[in-house]
């Protein structure tokens, strides 16, 4: 267990991602940070020029200051966090920026969770992206969204959500979130084959077509 530290313009990924000689990208300390460890982000853009889809569970990825850190891409085919089967981890304080002049993406979504349990995303903010912005699929449980903003705007015209949730037993909940400007639905279950999604303090707003999608295999709960 340790504490880790990442920097976009003095890090280096050959260091040992301490305070003195911190980790420079998003994509190299996702994979690196082992189980229990806390990795800071300095303020700054931390570009991304391929999938990332290694990850390690167990692990807090969180920003030194709220939203100052933004994870970043120009490429129109990126997944800027795609976890798949891993469990416990937690983005704080991050932002995520998609590309504003793309469709959909390979993966059809910015950050993508594949299976997989106990997943946190706290202030985190996702934003300017024509994939869903936010996909739990694969049977992805106990997951929680809370506090964060989600807009993706209105890139009506491709019909993705700002948040998607789909495959059989996907279930967790949205909490005090903000979620606008969306180019299909704002949170949307389907065919999560009896999951249950809880939505509570959200605000959804100005969606290219519906606030919350329902289908005759899933459970909304609202409060």
């Known amino acids: 267990m340790a504490t880790l530290y990442v920097n976009s313009t003095s890090g280096s990924d050959s260091w040992a991602g301490t305070a003195a ?5 998003w994509r190299h300390a996702c994979s690196a940070a ?6 800071n982000y300095a303020s700054g853009s931390y570009p991304v020029t391929a999938d990332v889809t290694t990850v390690t569970g167990n692990v807090t990825h969180q920003a030194t200051t709220a939203r100052g850190a933004s994870i970043t891409t120009s490429s129109s085919s990126l997944t800027l966090f795609f976890p798949a089967s891993v469990s416990n981890f937690t983005l704080s ?8 002049t793309s469709a959909s993406n390979g993966n059809n979504s910015l950050l993508r969770v594949n299976g997989g349990s106990g997943m946190v995303f706290s202030n985190v903010e996702i934003m300017n992206t024509q994939a869903h912005g936010l996909r739990f699929t694969g049977g992805a449980s106990g997951w929680l969204v809370t506090g964060c903003e989600i807009h993706q705007e209105n890139y009506s015209a491709y019909g993705k ?8 037993g996907t279930s967790g ?3 005090n979130c ?7 639905v704002g949170v949307n279950p389907s065919s ?11 605000t959804i707003r100005d969606m290219a077509s519906h606030c919350i999608g329902l289908d005759s295999n899933c459970s909304v709960i609202s409060a």
């Open 93 to 100: 304080g991050l932002v995520f920026v998609g590309h504003s």
């Open 34 to 39: 082992s189980s229990g460890d806390v990795v």
């Open 173 to 175: 909940s949205v909490v």
């Open 161 to 168: 959500d700002c948040i998607a949730i789909d495959g059989t």
């Open 21 to 25: 000689s911190p980790w420079r990208t």
């Open 192 to 202: 999560i084959g009896g999951g249950t999604v809880y939505i509570a303090g959200t």
């Open 178 to 184: 903000e979620i606008y400007h969306g180019n299909h």
